[in-house]
Nanobody, 124 residues
Framework: QVQLVESGGGLVQAGGSLRLSCAAS????????MAWFRQAPGKEREFVAA????????YYEDSVKGRFTVSRDNAKNTMYLQMNSLKPEDTAVYSC?????????????????WGQGTQVTVSS
């Protein structure tokens, strides 16, 4: 059974940092493109960052460029999102997603495996 489990969310003050993890099971993450999405209350889900299946390509949403970094440790079947200089507008449920092979795609419809999400709250 393919499963993605996120962790690392929490409450942090503006300007602080968090590192999210997405642990994959039932698949070989080195063969999967993976991405982070987020959804704030009352808003639509939006793309945050993505990593190609090889890990050599990454893509970021404009508002997080320079602050967030996506990486992966395929030996651990885990993807990370390092979030620095957090802002209150980054508050959301962050979910990871995966799909076999492919590039760093910002389209949610491209992914067929999803985690349950982890809450990130940034206080002002």
């Amino acid at each position: 059974q393919v499963q993605l489990v996120e962790s690392g969310g929490g409450l942090v003050q503006a300007g602080g940092s968090l590192r999210l993890s997405c642990a994959a099971s039932g698949l070989t993450s080195s063969s999967y493109a993976m991405a982070w999405f987020r959804q704030a209350p009352g808003k639509e889900r939006e793309f945050v960052a993505a990593s190609s299946w090889s890990g050599g390509g990454t893509y970021y949403e404009d508002s997080v460029k320079g602050r967030f970094t996506v990486s992966r440790d395929n030996a651990k079947n885990t993807m990370y999102l390092q979030m620095n200089s957090l802002k209150p507008e980054d508050t959301a449920v962050y979910s990871c997603a995966a799909r076999a092979y492919g590039g760093a795609d910002p389209r949610a419809a491209s992914y067929n495996v999803w985690g349950q999400g982890t809450q990130v709250t940034v206080s002002s």
